[in-house]
């Protein structure tokens, strides 16, 4: 499970087997039990949240569009 970046103990990561063919890009994000999972493309869009408040979402939303590049860098690296 590569974790990509964290942020005021939020875990930003993606996990290695991500299906067959491979998902596109996007990002989970942890915090104790509360997880999320965001699609980068088109925009950046939540995909589900489990324990996440509407504030909490869209503050991670706001920090994985900042994030992209970083991201899809290393999620390219990562699959290459």
């Given at each position: 499970?590569?974790?990509v970046f964290r942020w005021n103990?939020?875990?930003f990561h993606f996990y290695s087997d991500e299906?067959?063919?491979?998902?596109p890009v996007h990002i989970?994000?942890?915090?104790?039990?509360?997880?999320a999972k965001f699609w980068l493309y088109p925009e950046v869009t939540v995909a589900y949240n489990r324990g996440f408040?509407?504030?909490?979402?869209s503050e991670l939303a706001r920090v994985v569009e900042q994030h992209r590049e970083e991201i899809e860098r290393v999620w390219n690296d990562h699959f290459a």
């Open positions: 499970m590569p974790v103990g939020y875990r299906g067959d063919p491979c998902e989970h994000v942890r915090k104790g039990r509360d997880n408040s509407s504030r909490e979402q």
